[in-house]
């Protein structure tokens, strides 16, 4: 046997080759968000746009950054892309030494994609899908301050496009950040409902790369110590916000989550919410919670015993029959106050054969998906959730 041409694996196993990026320093721990103009102060980082939600233009001081400021404060969560014009262009005006995105997924997405078109001759369609970026023109912090999507910790960015209610995916390891500074003490202000789909969300990045056809033993040790966490903390914190230790544990979960969509990617669970961000505008973490009872025992049949460890790791009852994991699963949900019907978020019935259809097409999900899927049974997944 020649040993430089290994016969390609059926599935993946120990031996699959994978990658794992990371920003080259991530800062974790309550109290490390001063850190971000110390760090920018050193590296002699003077111009500095920092990309934020409303919430968090307000605290922009917490950052502790010297020099000139500019704050592009009006990202809005699900951002599009007369949005990403709006930031761009104050780009262009800046033109930053740093871009530092302040906020949850939305904020910390529309700065890496700021980050990366300022300054170059590609526009955004060209850079749509994986590694099209031929360079990024600033230096990138990120700094969450939701525990839901990873987005500090990956290489890609979500973006509505209007035109078409698609959601683009822009990935690039130009787009991975010089430095992640993660303090869980920013996240105390989120509000209860916030806090548990934005966990929902961490715990879903997590159980779709575990079940991924994908799957990896390299991430699956992220991924089921981020499921865990999140059985452990997460409703403590939607019960006592101010629980520190509580959100801690959240802010690991979802950068354990962010280690996961890199390499694996999540899988039915993410393209059968999609339509309900695109077309509802349902924030991504609800929208994924509200779907994730149905795909995790859809997929059940297809991966029992990593089905069953994702309940027990969730502190349910460990099982992978369909119908008791869709009840459990539901109720974990429900019982954080996630709200689980489609007909109370005022999506009308007869939208959901074309939200099927939507869903069907997002094959570069779909295809990780343990069981095939097809549009009918999407639809099927719809009316059980209505
Ligand atoms: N890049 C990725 O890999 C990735 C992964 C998952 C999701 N996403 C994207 O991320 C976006 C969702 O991000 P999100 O769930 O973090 O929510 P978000 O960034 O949209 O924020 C949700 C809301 O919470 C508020 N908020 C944020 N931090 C707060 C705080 N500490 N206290 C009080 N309020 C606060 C915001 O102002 C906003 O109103 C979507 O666009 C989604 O597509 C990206
Ligand atoms: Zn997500």
Redesign the pocket.
Known sequence: MNLHTPRPLATTSLATPIALQTPRLIEFGAGVAPTAGRWAHEHKLARILVVA????AKRVDALELNGEVAVFGE?????DVPLLDAGLALARQVKPDLVIGF???????LA?LIATLATSSQALQDVVGAEKVSARGSTLMQV???S????EA?T?????DPATQN?LAVQSRHMLADIAIIDPA??????PA?TA??GV?AMA?CVEAFTNKRAHPLIDMYALEGIRLVGRYLARAVADGTDVEARAGLSLASLYG?FC?GPVNTAAG?AVAYPL?TRHHI???AANALIFPHTLAFNAPAVPDKTAAVLAALGCKSTSSADEVLVLAHRYCSDLGCEMRLSALNVAREDLPTMASEAHAIRRLLDNNPRDISREQILALYEGAY
Do not use: C, Q, Y
């Open positions: 939600d409303a919430f968090n990202v809005t969560a699900e951002p906020g949850g997924g939305s904020a910390m997405d890496k969450p301050t939701t839901g999507t990873g987005s990956g890609r960015a979500l973006l509505i959601k920013l996240t105390l202000t989120l509000p916030i789909s934005t969300d990045h962010g969509l993410h961000g924030a991504h973490g």
